[in-house]
């Protein structure tokens, strides 16, 4: 997900896109765990994304 895109949503389109990417990655975890998943940077990519919407919703708060 590129930074772009996310900075055109607003705080609550954020949050819920937020809390849908933390539930992915607690399920990622647990496949990683158990050894059913396939792609295990995914999880690198999940934590990334999460970090660029936790910005994104601090600069629209400051504001």
Excluded: C
């Excluded at 930074?3 to 949503?9: A, G, M, S, T, Y």
């Excluded at 990683?32 to 994104?56: E, W």
């Amino acid at each position: 997900m590129k930074f772009v895109e996310i900075k055109d949503l607003s705080v609550a389109e954020l949050k819920k896109k937020r809390a849908a990417l933390s539930e992915e990655l607690f399920q990622a975890r647990i496949k990683n765990s158990i050894g059913q998943l396939s792609n295990p940077v995914q999880i690198r990519g999940l934590r990334r994304d999460i970090a660029k919407i936790n910005t994104a919703i601090v600069k629209k708060v400051a504001r």
